[in-house]
């Protein structure tokens, strides 16, 4: 027999998953739905083209905004900045594309949206795009273009990119002459459900854990560690976010547990940029391109976005 005290957390949280699940996976469905059309009418390979003429400045914000709406998987979206980068795009440009892609996408902000509202998702999509556009024009003159490896990125099944940088077909569909607006959203929606299904497994086990988080693990106890009383509370979270990484759409749920538990939403969200922008399988990848003091540089830029972000949320938004 279960003891009151531990049969009243495991029943907390069989219900606060049951609410996230209610909450998340309707909004994630038609997450994944726009993610197949952005894939469908924004493919890797002209996201490329676009950003190729581009120079520091404008460069960057258009590369920001692009990486924002083309939720590509890692093994696409460094295929581009591979591409991007044997085409001679400046450093900064690729890097603003580099960093906007894991933190602003339409998961992210529709999951944001239905866990935290409005302001903070707008908020949250405006500072990190503008952090991405500054953090990408301050690498660019750092004079680090010599740390890129002059190798060709392999998509997920071991096929070379294409030697002018075209992106893998990992993440792309066969486009033709004559496919039509319906193929498209056809092809989205078979997409969308795919994806859904290939997704769901992370979904579920980051409900778990945020359900735990939520009904088992003391409130003292998150808040010694992730509190306003740790002036490093902030820093933790951003660096936490990484080794405890499953995907974005497992990572959002943990983070609305732990807002739910009192913790600040900027800490929480600082906890959500570290863990989308330094995950081990992005450094894995990106290793093959960066040689060590780049990937460092990288890898310290998103978590100094994430500290950014959460202390401006912690003292000036909420």
Not at 94 to 115: D, Q, R, Y
Not at 252 to 269: K, R
Request: aromatic share 8%.
């Amino acid at each position: 027999m279960l003891s009151p005290s531990l049969s009243n957390a495991l029943l907390d949280s069989w219900n606060y998953f049951l609410h996230l699940a209610v909450l998340l996976v309707p909004l994630f469905i038609g997450a994944s739905f726009l993610v197949g059309l952005a894939q469908e009418y924004l493919p890797p390979e002209k996201v490329e083209r676009k950003l190729r003429g581009h120079d520091e400045g404008t460069g960057n914000i258009a590369a920001a905004g692009l990486g924002a709406v083309t939720p590509f998987c890692s093994c696409s979206t460094v295929p581009v900045l591979a591409g991007l980068l044997q085409a001679g795009a400046p450093l900064g440009l690729s890097f603003s594309f580099l960093l906007a892609s894991p933190l602003v996408n339409w998961i992210a902000v529709l999951l944001l949206l239905g866990l935290f509202g409005v302001e903070i998702t707008v908020w949250y999509v405006v500072i990190t795009l503008l952090a991405a556009i500054v953090g990408g024009i301050v690498i660019g003159r750092l004079g680090l273009s010599g740390y890129v490896k002059d190798v060709r990125i392999g998509d997920d099944q071991g096929q070379p990119v294409a030697a002018d940088g075209g992106a893998t077909a990992c993440c792309t569909a066969e486009t033709t002459p004559t496919t039509t607006h319906r193929d498209h959203i056809e092809t989205a929606a078979r997409e969308a459900w795919s994806f859904f299904i290939d997704t769901l497994p992370y979904l579920l086990l980051g409900m778990t854990i945020g359900a735990l988080i939520h009904g088992a693990i003391p409130v003292e106890l998150l808040h010694a560690v992730l509190g306003p009383e740790n002036p490093l509370a902030v820093p933790l979270a951003a660096l936490a976010g990484a080794p405890v990484y499953i995907s974005l759409s497992g990572m959002l749920p943990i983070a609305a547990s732990l807002s739910d538990q009192g913790i600040a939403i900027g800490t929480v969200l600082a906890f959500v940029i570290g863990g989308a922008g330094v995950s081990i399988p992005n450094l894995v990848l990106l290793n093959k391109l960066f040689r060590r003091r780049l990937l460092l540089v990288y890898a310290g830029t998103v978590v100094t976005i994430g500290i950014f972000v959460g202390v401006v949320f912690n003292f000036f938004i909420t």
